[in-house]
């Protein structure tokens, strides 16, 4: 498998890398901070494309594949995971339409969120356990054209900013059957309500979606009646963890930069401490651990844009690289020493980031479910 960019995925790689280092780094102390994306940089993002790239071309979108979103959202995460988890979601928001919606939707729809205009999400998860999304308990009743939902959803990334949300609901007359319903500024009766306080991802934002006798017309639906747990697990599956294990990338590659640049210049008894061999052991480990979630994902987002099944590849790398970036920042840190737990070192955010890449889009667990049961099949 041939790993090699091509042209406009180089162009997008080297156009998120100077927007990074040039543009979204001198904003990091604040969004840290103060909790909050500040708005330029989401327009800034948008007047980039950033937001367009897996839109098609006749809606205005760049028409790039898995691979391209995850060069991007590595090279965003590198500088603030938590701008790449708001495009992640995005993204992740933007799928159920391209994939599963009706041409009218696409065309109300995606030029919109390409532009940056339309926030979007997806909203699955409930108190009841988002492990087990046949546990929603959200519900959907018909009434004439419309339906009333009724419900509350909890961790939803950009609950307090989406204008677009793919929320899924149970049928009340089938309560096995499950339906995405695209939430938008002509449904009246949603709402933000709590914003949950996190110890990392600062400036993304995470709450609880509530929806109090909320219309939402037909012609909302995504797919058909009873599509919802397909379109769900579809989303999450390819576009969910593909997403995380990019924000992941990001994390690892800022952690061993940062490791390295301090190993050099820290001298310690007359030499660097990157000349001792316990140091250096630490670095192998991280820069193994970047390659190989790098390849993971690389392989699984290829399959993906050749029009393969990729869920199985995309837990992989989803697992892999969650847990690699947790150890890759916690050796940041140690290797940083006193200063790796200061706030004025970024290895700390990295470390409190990583944590969360873990349970957002199926937690380490579920991954292992997954792939364990493709290993089962393959080898029985
Ligand atoms: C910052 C953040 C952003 C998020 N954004 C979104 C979003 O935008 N939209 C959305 O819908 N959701 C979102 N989520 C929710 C996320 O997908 C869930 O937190 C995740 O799926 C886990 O669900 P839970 O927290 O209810 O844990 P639970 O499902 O209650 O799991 C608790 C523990 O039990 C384990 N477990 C569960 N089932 C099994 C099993 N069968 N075998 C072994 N172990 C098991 C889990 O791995 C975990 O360790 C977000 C979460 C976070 C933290």
């Known amino acids: 498998m041939d790993f090699k960019f091509n042209e406009d995925q180089e162009m997008l790689s080297k156009a998120a890398r100077s927007f990074a280092d040039e543009f979204l780094a001198e904003y990091v102390e604040g969004i840290e901070e103060n909790d909050e994306m500040p708005r330029e940089v989401i327009e800034e993002a948008a007047a980039r494309d950033f937001m367009a790239v897996t839109i098609p071309e006749e809606y205005d979108g760049l028409g790039m594949g898995h691979l391209a979103r995850i060069i991007l959202l590595e090279e965003i995460s590198r500088v603030s995971a938590a701008l790449g988890m708001l495009l992640q979601v995005w993204h992740l928001g933007i799928h159920p339409i391209v994939r599963f919606g009706s041409e009218e939707q696409k065309q109300k729809y995606l030029p919109r969120m390409a532009a940056g205009e339309l926030l979007a999400g997806l909203a699955v998860t409930e108190s009841t356990g988002g492990s087990d999304p046949t546990a929603v308990q959200t519900e959907a009743v018909k009434d004439g054209d419309d339906y009333i939902l009724n419900g ?10 989406s204008k677009v949300v793919g ?17 938008d500024e002509d449904c009246p009766g949603w709402r933000a309500g709590r914003q949950e306080k996190k110890i990392g991802f600062k400036g993304s934002n995470t709450g609880d979606l509530i929806m109090e006798d909320c219309r939402v017309p037909a012609a909302n639906i995504i797919g ?8 769900g697990l579809n989303s999450i599956g390819e576009v969910g963890r593909a997403g995380m294990a990019a924000v992941s990338l990001g994390i690892l590659a800022a952690s ?22 316990a140091i250096q052991i630490k670095l192998a480990d991280m820069y193994m651990d970047l ?17 393969q099944r990729c869920d199985t590849e995309m837990a992989m790398a989803k697992y892999y690289s969650s847990e690699a970036s947790v150890r890759s920042a916690k050796a940041a840190c140690d290797i940083h ?12 955010r990295y470390l409190r980031d990583a944590l969360l890449v873990i349970s957002s889009a199926g937690t380490t667990e579920i991954q292992q479910i997954i792939v364990s049961k493709a290993a089962i099949k393959k080898y029985s």
């Open 291 to 307: 390659e190989m979630s790098r390849l993971l994902a690389y392989k699984a987002a290829t399959l993906g844009d050749e029009g």
């Open 256 to 277: 061993l930069e940062d490791a390295v640049k301090f190993s050099n210049s820290r001298v310690l008894g007359g030499k660097a401490i990157n000349k001792n061999q």
């Open 152 to 161: 509350r959803k909890v961790y939803i990334t950009s609950s307090h900013l």
């Open 167 to 183: 929320v899924m609901a149970r049928m009340a007359d089938d309560p096995k059957s499950f339906t995405i319903f695209l939430l």
């Open 224 to 231: 058909k009646i009873g599509d919802g747990l397909k379109i």
């Open 337 to 348: 020493g006193g200063l790796g737990y200061m706030m004025e070192t970024p290895t700390q």
